[in-house]
């Protein structure tokens, strides 16, 4: 720990440089200095429950002196399996506190995903949530002979493993830790320093099994303390933790942000839950993918289209005043006195009430990565008043690593580095970044280390360019952009993106590298593309049956010749099938987060693919499903190729083409 | 420890006999199914027991009590709950309103203490409302606490007739035709339901059901009803293989020499 500063020094929140310390450090400190102020709140039985940071410290120095009686020691591994609760925070600060490493396990990973991950990183104790969680490990039991204890949170369906004391509860593991010598804490925490591994975050793993980058205190508290900075967050603001705490985004706010900044962390009751919670929070800042947003905008427009004609009329005039008053701001104009009008007519009409109703009222910031987000949606929530930024960065630098700045916010762009950080871009166009945040590295993995690290610098894999503005643009993956038959570059991604702003288009995955025309793969979205179907009066029993309907293929054709007209003819879909399963992650074709695994998709489904390029009307498939229980069923079945009128045809179009990079 | 018996009843409609003479034991603790084809006299017998028709001959007891002539209420009041077939739920109201409504005979405080509100009737109601909220967190229904009921699907409001009458607290339980018109995930969480019921509550549970997997899966016990009359009984795999029973279900005889034809062949 530093020595000792006198109070003076350590500015008007009284915690000195935050980066300086270490997780636990920093949480001794604010319990020191606001120990009654509220940490962490969590619905249970319909009420939300209030943790200070008192207790959160309580809690962490249970956690840490019961696995020290566990034998845990500096520097081997926690993994932690559960959705988002307290005990996972209290779980991993326990852990730090005794110098061990947390290790995020995403809860929805299979019993064969959680044994690789248990199993790669050593991890000699394991925390699984429920009874769901222990299931996974049991199956794998024989081979995680490293695993001393496996702890549970939910006693529901453990009685069956009473007397085996492989298991211990929580509650037991926080009795033990009451019982031991008071000073294990304090004397564990004092060794601690800010540049210990203290986390290990699993990269998402578009290629590959998953790495872990490993992440020090210093990493996480960077990050956490330069949003800060930025954004201006106060003490006591409030956050909404419903997103895997296994990823970055999550751990980066949950604790990162959280701690450096002493903001409120509110655990939804359960995961169907969440956005029900949200509207009872009413959190002042937010971040999430893009499908989410994603879903909240189709959400409203689903709710739109059930209502009354007047009130869809009066909708749609107002929200179109409100989404050119955001164009304006967000291409930097000044808004004139009509547009002006116009925007507080459509604030009180319109989208103070629909913000009040979504829960974002207080909401000052809202963040969206981890992929490329439609102009449309963003121009949608900046419209509505949501300060809808995006951000960039990877897991190795916690997440965010540029942000726009209040203001000066672009849907093309991703805003500039974090105070302290550099940004660098190559001849080949790769983006590199250096900062505090920068990860140690990969576990196990100095050939993936020496790759991706080097001299400080991180080298995302990302193609992208910088504005004249000085923002940073992300354009695709530098290994993804496509060429066509004539040479001309591509995003696959910004297709995709373009397609999946239709509300009945749940996911998208464009082919056409070296070929004269852009094809895809389509998923219907199961809710709204069903409703849709189901007010038409057409019947329908599985999702493979609801693909299969002619009069859906005809009302996706349209959305995308709608989406053609915002693209170069070159970049056009020529070409779709309707595909009779929705892409997963339990099959490999997504990664946890949502990303499109696209080598993956194109060798499991090569005959569609071919059949898309060699003018054939349709193509049989035999369709194999796995259920969760791991029974399979195989289903023939023709799936359809649908062709759109109006979109480039093999001919080479006029010279006008953009570079990718313009509009990414 | 109160068990239910049943013993030689007969239920006679003008001179219909929906039941005739029969006789079984429900013992503590375990998940006992019936089951026969349409018509077999299932639901009567659920009825006897839950008061709502009375035996025309025999007797049922449980544990020391008489259900022979119990009304309804009466029996509740043994701690005997009951889940429809057909679902009996407000479906106006939320799912923590109905669950707070059926749990009004659990609630004791006078006219007066309402009136008063704060001090008994306001505690009384908050231990009510906790014991629902377990009741909710037990059976995963947090994310449709505040629906009104009729506006949720099938499958979840099965899950909220079950949750209704957990909320009496019961030692035993009636579960008429739970899984009715579910598709199979529906049915699978239904049936972990049912288990932890028992093991965590240590509730017993009578168990109406078609689905012969799900029968033959988690019932510690099986009884078989054909035109009112007890044509089976025993452990599952016992029944599965009784001639008496595959005849009943399939309408042929498997005797050696003649194989079954499929039915309506």
């Given amino acids: ?664 | 420890m109160p068990q239910l018996h049943v013993e030689n009843v007969t239920l006679t409609f003008g001179g219909l006999n929906a039941l005739t003479g029969v006789s079984l034991t429900v013992p503590e603790g375990e998940v006992v199914s019936i089951i026969g084809p349409n018509g077999a006299g299932k639901t009567s017998l659920l009825n006897c027991v839950s008061g709502f028709y009375h035996p025309t001959k025999g007797r049922i007891t449980f544990g020391e009590h008489d259900l022979s002539r119990a009304a309804p209420n009466v029996v509740t009041g043994f701690g005997i709950a009951r889940a429809f077939q057909n679902l009996e739920l407000f479906r106006g109201l939320s799912v923590v309103e109905n669950l707070l409504l059926a749990r009004h005979t659990h609630l004791k405080y006078s006219l007066l203490d309402s009136l008063v509100y704060y001090g008994r009737a306001s505690r009384r109601e908050a231990e009510n409302r906790a014991y629902v909220e377990r009741i909710i967190d037990f059976m995963e229904l947090e994310e449709y606490r505040s629906h009104p009921v009729g506006t949720l699907g099938y499958g979840i409001q099965k899950r909220v007739e079950v949750a209704r009458a957990l909320t009496l607290a019961p030692k035993l339980l009636l579960l008429d035709e739970p899984m009715a018109g579910m598709n199979v995930e529906e049915k699978e969480d239904m049936v972990r339901f049912i288990m932890d019921i028992r093991r965590e509550q240590g509730v017993t549970v009578v168990l109406i059901e078609h689905d012969l997997g799900v029968v033959m899966d988690i019932s510690d016990r099986v009884y078989v009803l054909d035109f009112g009359q007890l044509i089976a009984g025993g452990r599952p795999d016992e029944v599965s293989a009784d001639p008496r029973v595959i005849e009943a279900y399939t309408g042929v005889a498997e005797t050696p020499g003649s194989a079954p034809q499929p039915v309506g062949a």
């Fill in chain 1, 1 to 664: 720990m530093t020595a000792p500063v006198s109070q003076g020094a350590l500015g008007p929140d009284g915690l000195g440089d935050v980066t300086a310390l270490t997780i636990p450090q920093l949480l001794a400190r604010r319990a020191a200095l606001t120990p009654d102020a509220v940490a962490l709140r969590h619905k249970e039985y319909g009420i939300w429950n209030e943790t200070t940071y008192n207790a959160y410290l309580a809690r962490a120095r249970e956690v840490a002196a019961g696995l020290h009686a566990l034998g845990v020691t500096r520097g081997e591994k926690v993994a932690i399996i559960a959705e988002n609760i307290p005990a996972w925070v209290y779980m991993e600060l326990g852990a730090q506190a005794l110098g061990a490493v947390s290790v995020g396990v995403y809860q929805t990973a299979g019993a064969a995903e959680v044994q690789y991950v248990v199993d790669y990183t050593d991890a000699v104790v394991v925390l699984a949530e429920d009874e769901e969680q222990v299931d996974k490990l049991l199956e794998f039991r024989h081979e995680l002979s490293q695993v001393r204890r496996v702890i549970y949170v939910d006693k529901r369906g453990m009685t069956r493993h009473e007397g085996d004391d492989w298991f211990l509860s929580f509650d037991a593991l926080l009795e033990l830790g009451r019982q031991q010598p008071s000073d294990t804490f304090d004397r564990e925490v004092a060794q601690g320093r800010p540049d210990d591994v203290c986390h290990f975050s699993l990269t998402s793993g578009t290629t590959g099994a998953p790495k872990a980058a490993m992440l020090s205190h210093r990493n996480l508290l960077f990050m956490g303390h330069g949003l800060g900075r930025v954004e201006g967050f106060r003490a006591g603001d409030d956050y909404l933790s419903f997103l895997p705490m296994a990823w970055i985004g999550e751990q980066m706010m949950s604790v990162a942000v959280a701690l450096a900044n002493g903001v409120t962390i509110n655990f939804p009751e359960s995961t169907q839950t969440a956005l029900q919670d949200l509207v009872e929070i009413g959190p002042h800042f937010m971040f999430a993918p893009p499908r989410v947003w994603e879903s909240f905008q189709s959400q409203v427009y689903l709710r739109m289209q059930e209502s009354y004609g007047v009130n869809r009329a009066l909708y749609g005039r107002l929200l179109k005043w409100s989404g050119d008053a955001a164009d304006a701001s967000l291409s930097g104009r000044k808004l004139g006195a009509g547009l002006a009008f116009k925007r507080w007519i459509a604030h009180w009409g319109l989208t103070r009430p629909l913000r009040d109703q979504l829960g974002f009222l207080r909401l000052e910031h809202a963040y969206t990565g981890g992929a490329a987000l439609g102009p449309d949606v963003f121009r949608f929530y900046h419209g509505l008043g949501v300060n809808l930024k995006q951000i960039y960065g990877q897991t190795e630098n916690i997440g965010i690593a540029y942000v726009h700045r209040d203001g000066d916010v672009r849907f093309d762009t991703v805003g500039l580095p974090l105070p302290g950080g550099e940004l660098r871009i190559t001849d080949d166009g790769e983006i590199l970044s250096r900062s505090p945040a920068v990860c140690h590295g990969y576990y196990k993995r100095e050939d993936a280390t020496a790759e991706s690290i080097r001299d400080g610098w991180l080298h995302s894999g990302d193609a992208g360019r910088m504005t004249p503005e000085g923002h940073l643009q992300v354009i695709d993956r530098l290994s993804d952009v496509m060429k066509s038959a004539q040479g001309q570059s591509f995003s696959p991604q910004y297709i995709e993106n373009r397609v999946k702003f239709s509300p009945y288009i749940r996911e998208a995955v464009a082919f056409g590298d070296g070929q004269d025309e852009v094809t895809a793969f389509l998923n219907v979205d199961p809710q709204t593309a069903g409703q849709w179907a189901e007010k038409r009066q057409i019947a329908y029993s599985t999702y493979m049956d609801l693909s299969a309907q002619p009069r859906i293929a005809e009302l996706i054709r349209q959305e995308v010749e709608v989406a053609n007209t915002r693209l170069e003819p070159h970049e056009r879909i020529a070409r779709f099938v309707l595909l009779y399963k929705l892409l997963d992650a339990d099959d490999d074709e997504l990664t946890r987060t949502g990303k499109v695994r696209r080598r993956a998709i194109r060798e499991k489904y090569a005959d569609i693919v071919n059949a898309l390029y060699d003018g054939s009307e349709h193509v049989p498939v035999h369709a194999t499903f796995r259920y969760q229980d791991g029974q399979t069923q195989t289903v023939n079945t023709d799936v359809i190729i649908h062709r759109v009128t109006g979109a480039a045809s093999a001919a080479p179009h006029s010279a006008v083409t953009a570079p990718v990079g313009a509009r990414a």
